[in-house]
């Protein structure tokens, strides 16, 4: 029962707290990347990051294990960052 309600919390700290990171980079590196005026740009990069966040909560819930949703959000995150070190350049 313990065990059960771990995995519960974990999940959901991973749909908050992941779910918002990986949003957070998404909306970064595209107001990084996005062609165009910087405003529609940042504007583009807030409005996906509210489907990746509930995208990310989805996942977090939807996978088998709570280490395998957090193993799916930090790989996710993995395209975004990787754009947002590019752009920095």
């Known amino acids: 029962m ?11 700290i991973a749909a908050i707290a992941g779910g918002y990171g990986l949003a957070a980079l998404t909306a970064a ?3 990084a990347v996005l062609p165009g005026p910087r405003v529609e740009a940042v504007l583009a ?3 996906a990051s509210f489907l990746v966040h509930a995208g990310a909560a989805l996942w977090a819930f939807a996978a088998r294990t709570a280490w395998r949703g957090w193993a799916g959000l930090l790989l996710a995150a993995c395209v975004p960052g990787t754009a947002l070190l590019l752009a920095a350049r």
């Not at 313990?2 to 959901?12: M, P």
Request: hydrophobic content about 55%; proline content about 0%; charged content about 10%.
């Open 2 to 12: 313990v065990a059960y309600r771990v995995g519960i919390a974990a999940r959901t």
């Open 45 to 47: 990069g807030m409005l």
């Open 29 to 31: 590196s595209c107001a």
